[in-house]
């Protein structure tokens, strides 16, 4: 913790506040999926919040990519079609997929994905 930090302040802001009696009840109150719902919504709002306060990097949509993502993307997975499409790996996520590939391949794939901005340089 750097020195200019007071720990008593740091402890009071993290320190979880109590929820009024009504929100209580209206918590406890509600079917599993209104709380899925609700929970979905403050998970965006908090997404959006750290984003603007620079804290996440803004999101990005498959609409928003740019042809230099886009090559990067089909690039990786040219790569690792053959593999990934086995019925082994099909509902694998990539990096399972890289384990089990050529050690070159992987490292290429990794590479190219850097250069499309999708993973950062190690």
């Keep these: 913790m750097p020195d200019d930090l007071r720990p008593e302040v740091v402890a009071a802001l993290t320190e979880p506040a109590h929820l009024p009696a ?5 918590i406890l109150d509600a079917t599993d999926s209104e709380r899925e719902a609700a929970a979905g919504v403050l998970l965006e709002q908090t997404r959006a919040f750290l984003e603007q306060a620079g ?3 803004a999101s990005v949509g498959i609409m928003d990519l740019s042809f230099r993502t886009a090559v990067a993307i089909t ?5 690792v079609e053959r593999v990934w499409s086995l019925p082994a790996y099909r509902d694998r996520p990539l990096s399972d997929v890289l384990k089990v590939v050529g050690a070159e391949q992987a490292a290429w794939v990794v590479e190219v994905l850097q250069w499309g901005g999708l993973l950062r340089p190690e």
């Design 55 to 57: 804290m996440l990097p």
């Design 75 to 79: 690039a990786a997975f040219g790569t």
């Design 22 to 26: 009504e929100l209580t009840d209206a």
